[in-house]
Structure formats: structure tokens, C-alpha cells
């Protein structure tokens, strides 16, 4: 079965800094990798995605992820956070079947921003 | 507009009430999808359809049922509603067309079992 671990419940950062949201993930074969944030009170909206291709993607606001396939990770990083960055950042995994896409989300990272 | 309306937004209601959550789509996507988020527990799914006639139960669908009356609608209905129902739930949707079947999320329903 697929599992996505995400080891930090809370993250703390100042404004200006660099962040790096851990994700590790479980599963037999090539995944597909989301990630998403939920701002306060808001749904949640797509920040970046991997399937195919170059390890590293490029996604909304400045993030950016790496697809480590020998760590099984997809770790989510952002060089300078911007106060607005404040949410909860979930890591997802879904089977690259085509036959529909059930994901499996980790439990979340809150991140705080300090001003 | 949005792509994906939930409604309502938020409801309270007692224990052993039925009530309904619906979800709309304009994205014209062929899958849709029932999450519900619990502090530190992540999203976990209850139930999906792959179309019209195509109902799957997800990961926690007890208690739970679902209707999609249409391709644009997906309603999940709590038949006799209990306190650990409380939480937030999300309608989600993706498009069976694209090779990554990216989901789209709706604002979100946050429920209060009394």
C-alpha cells in the first residue's frame, strides 16, 4: 500500500529565509508526487507535481521540488519565503496506473513565518 | 467562478440528523472525489466516481454514502450523523483524459456534529 510520510508537524522560519518541507513516500513502483497548500480557510491548491521527466520541477510562488527516487523522497523547497508563505503544505502520492488517480496524502506541515 | 463549489461552507447540526454536502464542477473532469481532513490526520478518502455510473468506496466510507446525480455533481450524505463526523471536507475532481489525472479541490465544507 502507499504511505507519505511528513516527519515535520510544524515549521518555523523567518520572512527572507530558506525552507525545505521533507517528504517521503512509499510505494512499488513510479509514482506520481504532488504537492499542495492550504492556506487558512481555503481549499487546497496545486503548488507543483512530478510524473515523468526531469527530477526536479519548478511549481507556483517559487517552489520548487526534487524527486530523489534512491530516498524515496520529494522534498518541497523555496529559497526565500515571503510571509504569505504561511499555511499547511501537504505532500501527496498517487499510482501511475491510468486507472485513476487515488492519492494518499501525508498528515501536513504547518509553516509559520516570522517576521 | 470557481471551478469547484462546495455548499454549504459550514454546517452544525446534531447528532443522528441526516444531512447532505454537495459538490459542483465547471472543470468538465469526469472523476470526482469526497476527502475529509482531520487535524493531524491529513486527508483521507470516502468515496469516488469515475463517472455517472462508477461509485467506489475510498478509505473510511462507513457511515458515509454518496450520489452523482450528474457528471458536474457528487453529493455525500451522512445518514444519521455522529460527533467524530466533525471535520472538514473536501470535493475534489480530476480528468481521466490527463496522464497525471491532477485533482482540483473545492473550498471545502467544514461540518459540527453536535
Known amino acids: 500500500a502507499q504511505s507519505v510520510t511528513q516527519p515535520d508537524i510544524h515549521i518555523t522560519v523567518s520572512e527572507g529565509a530558506s525552507l525545505e518541507l521533507r517528504c517521503n513516500y512509499s510505494?512499488?513502483?513510479?509514482?506520481?508526487l504532488f504537492w499542495y497548500v492550504q492556506s487558512p480557510g481555503q481549499g487546497l491548491q496545486l503548488l507543483l507535481k512530478?510524473?515523468?521527466?526531469?527530477?526536479l520541477v519548478q511549481g507556483i510562488k517559487g517552489f520548487e521540488a526534487e524527486f530523489k527516487r534512491s530516498q524515496s523522497s520529494f522534498n518541497l523547497r523555496k529559497p526565500s519565503v515571503h510571509w504569505s508563505d504561511a499555511a499547511e503544505y501537504f505532500c501527496?502520492?498517487?499510482?501511475?496506473?491510468?486507472?485513476?488517480?487515488?492519492?494518499?496524502f501525508g498528515t501536513g506541515t504547518q509553516l509559520k513565518v516570522e517576521l | 467562478d470557481a471551478d469547484v463549489t462546495q455548499t454549504p461552507r459550514n454546517r452544525i447540526t446534531k447528532t443522528g440528523k441526516r444531512i447532505m454536502l454537495e459538490c459542483s464542477q465547471t472543470?468538465?473532469?469526469?472523476?470526482m472525489y469526497w476527502y475529509r481532513q482531520d487535524p493531524g490526520l491529513g486527508l483521507r478518502l470516502i468515496y469516488y466516481?469515475?463517472?455517472?455510473?462508477?461509485?467506489n468506496k475510498g478509505e473510511i466510507s462507513d457511515g458515509y454514502s454518496v450520489s452523482r446525480q450528474a457528471q458536474a455533481k457528487f453529493s455525500l450524505s451522512l445518514e444519521s450523523a455522529i460527533p467524530n463526523q466533525t471535520a472538514l471536507y473536501f470535493c475534489?475532481?480530476?480528468?481521466?483524459?490527463?496522464?497525471?489525472?491532477?485533482?482540483?479541490f473545492g473550498p471545502g465544507t467544514r461540518l459540527l456534529v453536535l
Open positions: 512530478y510524473f515523468s521527466g526531469d527530477t
Open positions: 466516481s469515475f463517472d455517472v455510473k462508477d461509485i
Open positions: 475534489a475532481t480530476s480528468d481521466s483524459r490527463l496522464a497525471d489525472e491532477t485533482q482540483y
Open positions: 501527496a502520492v498517487g499510482p501511475f496506473t491510468g486507472g485513476g488517480n487515488k492519492l494518499t
Open positions: 472543470k468538465g473532469h469526469d472523476r
Open positions: 510505494y512499488g513502483a513510479t509514482p506520481y
